[in-house]
């Protein structure tokens, strides 16, 4: 499966922005999809996956209860909804795939990556 993620931006602190990621090639359907972000000079960071069925969610505690993760399989698409934003939550955000939750929650392994899409949060 190919993913794009796209839907960046710049935006103020405390406004909102949905990311999504969209798929195509093998059935999107079939795998989790799950949502990393890399700050300058940081290291790649966990932030939210979703079930392939969409019955199944996780966040990083970086993110939850701000951000909300969704998929609609019949248009081969992944959101991230980011509510609240903050200067820190500025990041190149990827997609990337994995067979099961289990995988994504352990660390992989990661079929896909989607190129990231750009988020700006100013202050």
């Known amino acids: 499966v190919q993913l794009q993620a796209s839907g960046g931006g710049l935006v103020q602190a405390g406004d909102s922005l949905r990311l999504s990621c969209a798929a195509s090639g093998r059935t999107f359907s079939n795998y989790a999809i799950a949502w990393f972000r890399q700050a300058p000079g940081k290291e790649r960071e966990y932030i939210a996956a979703i079930s392939w069925g969409g019955g199944s969610a996780d966040y990083a505690d970086s993110v939850k209860g701000r951000f909300t993760v969704s998929r609609d399989n019949a248009k081969n698409a992944v959101y991230l909804q980011m509510n609240s934003l903050k200067p820190e939550d500025t990041a190149v955000y990827y997609c990337?795939?994995?067979?099961?939750?289990?995988?994504?929650?352990?660390?992989?392994?990661?079929?896909?990556w989607g190129q990231g899409t750009l988020v700006t949060v100013s202050s």
């Open positions: 990337a795939a994995a067979e099961t939750m289990g995988a994504v929650l352990t660390g992989g392994p990661f079929g896909s």
